[in-house]
Nanobody, 118 residues
């Protein structure tokens, strides 16, 4: 019954902002590294941002760094991706993932579409 459900995607103009949300259930959320991936048409899936279990450390791709912010709320079992200064190159399906290394567990959400276009 593990679930990761993304929301918040949509159409936004270049330079605009979106905040993606991911709700986790069916697993011990606080034990998992949470990550956002994205996949654009014709391209490989790429890691956008990662946040550790307690939320104290975050890592970003070169493209995302300085524009995107990943955060989490373990009590609410939620992960967020705040995206600012969006560019057309950010257009992709964004996926929320949960990783628990000791059990080699990895869960994926269904994805949410982000389209940056004028």
């Amino acid at each position: 019954q593990v679930q990761l459900v993304e929301s918040g995607g949509g159409l936004v103009q270049p330079g605009g902002s979106l905040k993606l949300s991911c709700a986790g259930s069916g697993f011990v959320f606080m034990n998992y590294i949470m990550r956002w991936y994205r996949q654009a048409p014709g391209k490989e899936r790429e890691l956008v941002a990662s946040i550790n279990t307690n939320g104290y450390r975050a890592d970003y791709s070169d493209s995302a760094r300085g524009r995107f912010t990943i955060s989490r709320n373990n009590a609410q079992k939620m992960v967020y991706l705040q995206m600012n200064s969006l560019k057309p190159e950010d257009t992709a399906v964004y996926y929320c993932t949960a990783r628990y290394v000791p059990q080699s567990a990895r869960h994926w959400g269904q994805g949410t579409q982000v389209t940056v276009s004028s």
